[in-house]
């Protein structure tokens, strides 16, 4: 069984970009589900994806938006990107009723 | 607005002594709570949730909806215990988890 992975697990952008962050879910799964950490704080919801539809979001930005493919991978996309914007991104897939997360290492963006 | 409180950033006790993390919400549904654990470089993971009512490497949770509090516990602290624990919160209605600060768990031999 695979677990989730996430590319790419470091990156450095500078403000005004945008970034794509790639989650690959866990082999079974059909929802995804991302989260933003900060330094010290626990994982914030950005959104969560069902069947390639996003059904449920937090209090992020327009700017933050994402995707769902066919094979219940994921992307993360941050446009107009601000310095408060780094930290460490965290993929999660689950099945839908169940609720349990399985997470991926994440990816950690630091914008300068 | 739904909420979910860890108290302690910082616990620190010592190996054999007894553990309790706690964990308080606010909502107004009926909740779904859980406690998630990252060990040192590792990744999160789900350690139990409430429904379950299982004892997960000695740690037990109870869901006390009077309180609204679903504090961990584990009468015998180990070395292995130490890592950041996080309680989180399931939404009956999106299955959006809100997620508690953390609180970081140093078991002292």
């Known amino acids: 069984e695979t677990g989730v992975t996430q590319s790419p697990t470091h990156l450095i952008k500078t403000r005004g970009q945008q970034v794509t962050l790639r989650c690959s879910s866990q082999?079974?799964?059909?929802?995804v589900s991302w989260y933003q950490q900060a330094l010290g704080q626990g994982p914030q919801f950005i959104f969560q994806?069902?069947?390639?539809?996003?059904?449920g979001r937090g209090n992020f930005p327009p700017r933050f938006s994402g995707l769902q493919f066919p094979n219940y991978s994921s992307e993360l996309n941050v446009n107009a990107l601000e310095l408060d914007d780094s930290a460490l991104y965290l993929c999660?897939?689950?099945?839908?009723?169940?609720?349990?997360?399985?997470f991926g290492e994440g990816s950690r963006l630091t914008v300068l | 607005a739904q909420r979910v409180t860890q108290p302690e950033k910082l616990l620190s006790v010592f190996k054999g002594a007894p553990v309790e993390l706690k964990c308080n919400y606010s909502y107004s549904g009926s909740p779904e709570l859980f406690w998630y654990v990252q060990y040192s470089r590792q990744r999160l993971q789900l350690l139990l949730r409430?429904?379950?009512?299982?004892s997960i490497k000695g740690f037990t949770a109870d869901l006390n909806k009077g309180e609204t509090s679903f504090h961990l516990k584990k009468p015998f602290a180990q070395e292995e215990d130490s890592a950041m624990y996080y309680c989180a919160l399931r939404e009956d209605s999106n299955y959006q988890l809100i997620w508690g600060a953390g609180t970081k768990l140093i078991i002292k031999p």
């Open positions: 994806y069902y069947r390639e539809e996003e059904n």
């Open positions: 999660a897939s689950s099945n839908r009723q169940s609720g349990e997360l399985f």
């Open positions: 409430h429904i379950s009512r299982e």
């Open positions: 082999s079974g799964h059909n929802t």
